[in-house]
């Protein structure tokens, strides 16, 4: 199992930028894929953001494609999230999440299913 421990949300104006942190923990996950998901009040989670810890293949929502960044830091175990050009839109929970079974290989890694371990959720408020 993985830890996962997400941070750097809050109260931004619409056009402003938020970093988002995950520091991951525990079980080994070399060759694996790291991603974000939100979910908004009343909705399902959505994916934001894809990462592959080895070789840094992202992926990107349509959405938030050209706004927001995924990175990591393998020696610190971290995986970010840069959002600039905030929208009230992008209001919601934000989860890290971890694929350490391989399951995005076959699932898809915009797939929630394809995910093992979650962190708790960070919040982001985004005001007009």
């Known amino acids: 199992q993985v830890q996962l421990v997400e941070s750097g949300g809050g109260l931004v104006q619409a056009g402003g930028s938020l970093r988002l942190s995950c520091v991951a923990s525990?079980?080994?996950?070399?060759?694996?894929?790291m991603g974000w998901f939100r979910q908004a009040p009343g909705k399902e989670r959505d994916f934001v953001a894809a990462?592959?810890?080895?070789?840094?293949?992202?992926s990107y929502a349509d959405s938030v494609k050209g706004r927001f960044t995924i990175s990591r830091d393998n020696a610190k175990k971290t995986v970010y999230l840069q959002m600039n050009s905030l929208k009230p839109d992008d209001t919601a929970v934000y989860y890290c999440?971890?694929?350490?079974?391989?399951?995005?290989?076959?699932?898809?890694?915009?797939?929630?299913?394809?995910?093992?371990?979650w962190g708790r959720g960070t919040q982001v408020t985004v005001s007009s």
């Open positions: 525990g079980r080994a996950f070399s060759n694996r894929v």
């Open positions: 999440a971890a694929d350490v079974a391989g399951r995005t290989s076959y699932l898809g890694r915009y797939t929630y299913s394809a995910y093992d371990d």
């Open positions: 990462i592959t810890w080895t070789t840094g293949v992202t």
